[in-house]
């Protein structure tokens, strides 16, 4: 009786210690953040759907946005104005996320049209970048 209870919390540590090695994987990769915020003007009574790659991650109302950090690669950000009423149909966007980038589009909708504007990608070797063009102009360091 004793073997079996030992045998069975071996098979538990064993399937736990994967657990922990998978989910440290997971963290490790590396990726961008990903920012979608509302229009000023999208309206009081109308929300939007968020899709990432298919899978619904949010629905957006007033005063709200979403973020998250999302792996790098392509991903398609679907959007589908709540509530449904009229043609509105959802609309998608194509994002190529690369490792520490940020990514912020914004949510505008438009005759029953919701769609995402987005901004080109801010990265830590860009930031790095700008602050060193901006210490040259101020004649701080040489070009």
């Known amino acids: 009786m004793k073997s079996k209870y030992n045998s069975a919390g071996r098979l538990f ?9 998978l989910s440290g994987t997971a963290v490790a990769q590396p990726g961008g953040h990903l920012l979608v915020l509302r229009s000023a003007n999208f309206g009081w009574n109308v929300g939007f759907d968020l899709q990432v790659d298919g899978r619904p991650v949010a629905n957006v109302v007033q005063g709200r946005y979403y973020h998250a950090w999302v792996p790098a690669g392509e991903h398609v950000l679907t959007i589908r104005k709540l509530p449904r009423t009229g043609v509105s149909g959802p609309t998608s966007t194509t994002v190529n996320v690369q490792p520490g980038g940020t990514y912020v589009y914004t949510a505008m909708w438009d005759s029953d049209f919701v769609f995402a504007s ?5 990265t830590s070797q ?6 060193r063009q901006k210490r040259v102009r101020e ?5």
Do not use: D, E, M, Y
Not at 13 to 21: G, T
Not at 118 to 122: E, I, S
Not at 126 to 131: I, T
């Open 139 to 143: 004649g701080s360091v040489r070009p």
């Open 118 to 122: 987005g901004q080109p990608p801010r």
């Open 126 to 131: 860009g930031n790095k970048r700008r602050a």
């Open 13 to 21: 540590l064993i399937f736990s210690f994967i657990c922990a090695v």
